[in-house]
Every structure is written in structure tokens, then in C-alpha cells.
Nanobody, 121 residues
Framework: QVQLVESGGASVQAGGSLRLSCKAPRMITSVFNPNHLAWFRQAPGKQRELVARIGSDKSTYYVDSVKGRFTIDRDNAHKKVYLQMNSLQPEDTAVYYC????????????WGQGTQVIVSS
């Protein structure tokens, strides 16, 4: 079963930075490369939301709340996608998930465990 595995979450102070990583160990490169990929997050008591998306052509999209602070990137050769998060704020606290998406943001695969990010003020 295809699954993407997230890592890199931690507890940080407001203003800090983190780099999240996501790998697809069971996905062959020829399947990984054409996929659009995205990072989502789910804060306690809230629905999961799209945070950033990177197309197969490396075009990017960010939700307004993270624009200018977060950067999504992908490494097709290693089947990885990254989320660089700078100037973190307490409202960024959430479990972060990655997935391939169909259409704009419909998840393609089952969700992984996610990685927890906690930002304290």
C-alpha cells in the first residue's frame, strides 16, 4: 500500500524554523514524478487543511496564512517533498501530513501518521 512518511516535526519557540520531510519509499520514481504533492495540517479540533502544494512542474501554491513564511519543494530523484517553515507562530501548531493529490487537493493515498509541530509563544 502506497504511503508517504512524514518527519521533522518538533516543539519550537515562536519565530523559529523547521524543515519537514516526506518520503515515498514504496513508490517508484516513474509514479512519484508526475504526482502533484501537498502538505496539509490539522490543528486540534479543526479540519485538515491544505497548506502548500507543488505541481509536477514545480509550480507552487500556499494558503494565505503561510505565504512568505513557508516554502514547499520536491526532490524527484529521491522521491521526497519538503516544507521549510520560517517565522513559526503558535497558530501553526498542528499535525502536518503530506500526500499526493488529484485535482487540486483531493488526497490520492491513505494518510500517514503525520508529524507534530508545536509552536510556543
Amino acid at each position: 500500500q502506497v504511503q508517504l512518511v512524514e518527519s521533522g516535526g518538533a516543539s519550537v519557540q515562536a519565530g523559529g524554523s523547521l524543515r519537514l520531510s516526506c518520503k515515498a519509499p514504496r513508490m517508484i520514481t516513474s509514479v512519484f514524478n508526475p504526482n502533484h504533492l501537498a502538505w496539509f495540517r490539522q490543528a486540534p479540533g479543526k479540519q485538515r487543511e491544505l497548506v502548500a502544494r507543488i505541481g509536477s512542474d514545480k509550480s507552487t501554491y500556499y494558503v494565505d496564512s503561510v505565504k512568505g513564511r513557508f516554502t514547499i519543494d520536491r526532490d524527484n530523484a529521491h522521491k521526497k517533498v519538503y516544507l521549510q517553515m520560517n517565522s513559526l507562530q503558535p497558530e501553526d501548531t498542528a499535525v502536518y501530513y503530506c500526500n499526493a493529490v488529484t485535482g487540486w487537493s483531493d488526497p490520492r493515498y491513505d494518510w500517514g501518521q503525520g508529524t507534530q509541530v508545536i509552536v510556543s509563544s
